[in-house]
């Protein structure tokens, strides 16, 4: 019996250590600040700045600016929730992994903030090209196809990809009015960096698009 109980109790520790130790894989939640929507660019000077950038300085971004970033991509703003990009039947479907050099953080655009995902420098397992690991900040747009309700196999194929490139674009015209490079990649590893984010068989990823200021 009592050895029965010892056992009981060092499963327990073990236990106890495990979730201990798989919570220390999380990096803090990041509060972002709110959005500064000032930037004085109009559409038009963005749309004719918007190119594909493959050379970026590794200087980090500041929070003010993932801020922006994030919220210009996919933020909330509207009062019903929705979002500065459409989304088919604005299921909402895709979610933004942001890799930065402490860690990968997914945006909640309803708290507009950065939860935790996984701590560590991932920004090189983004892409299979070299410039992947100099950018500061690389967005990571996964479908969570659980969300895509009695979508059939087609329509979540083609909807995912195409709710994720709407996304894609305001980033390129945030980075177009904000001075930064930028640059969306098909070319990525995905089982791999799907199996290094932890995500679900019904999770996918769609695009990668790297974020940062110029190289000089
Ligand atoms: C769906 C998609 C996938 C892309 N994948 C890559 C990629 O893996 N690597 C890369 O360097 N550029 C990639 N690009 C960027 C294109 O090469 C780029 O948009 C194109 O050459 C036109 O250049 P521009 O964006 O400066 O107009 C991709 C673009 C799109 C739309």
């Known amino acids: 019996m009592n050895l029965l109980r010892a056992l009981r109790t060092s499963l327990t520790i073990v236990a106890t250590v495990a979730v201990a ?3 220390a894989q999380l990096p803090p939640p990041i509060e972002l600040p709110k959005p500064k929507l000032d930037n004085g660019t109009t559409l038009i000077q963005a749309l004719k700045a918007r190119m594909t950038g493959r050379e970026f300085s590794s200087v980090p971004l500041p929070l003010q600016t993932i801020s922006d ?11 019903d929730g929705r979002r500065t990009a459409p ?4 299921w909402q479907e895709i979610d933004i992994y942001v890799a930065l050099r402490q860690g990968v953080y997914v945006f909640n655009g309803k708290a507009h ?13 983004t892409g299979l090209q070299g410039f992947v690991k100099d950018a500061p900040a690389t967005l990571v747009f996964v479908a969570d196809l659980a969300r895509m309700k009695d979508a059939s196999a087609e329509d979540r194929d083609l909807y ?25 990649r098909g070319s990525v ?10 995500l679900r068989a019904d999770q996918r990823i769609i695009l990668a698009q790297s974020v940062g200021y110029p190289k000089k």
Do not use: H, M
């Open 69 to 79: 970033l994030l919220w210009a991509a996919f933020g909330v703003n509207r009062a």
């Open 113 to 125: 903030a950065l939860e935790g995902v996984i701590a560590g420098d991932l920004r090189a397992a």
């Open 160 to 184: 995912s990809a195409t709710d994720a490139a709407f996304i894609s674009q305001n980033v390129y015209l945030y980075c177009a009015a904000a001075g930064l490079t930028t640059g969306v």
């Open 189 to 198: 590893d995905r089982p791999a960096l799907a199996k290094a984010l932890g």
């Open 87 to 90: 989304s088919a039947k604005n």
């Open 21 to 23: 130790a798989s919570a």
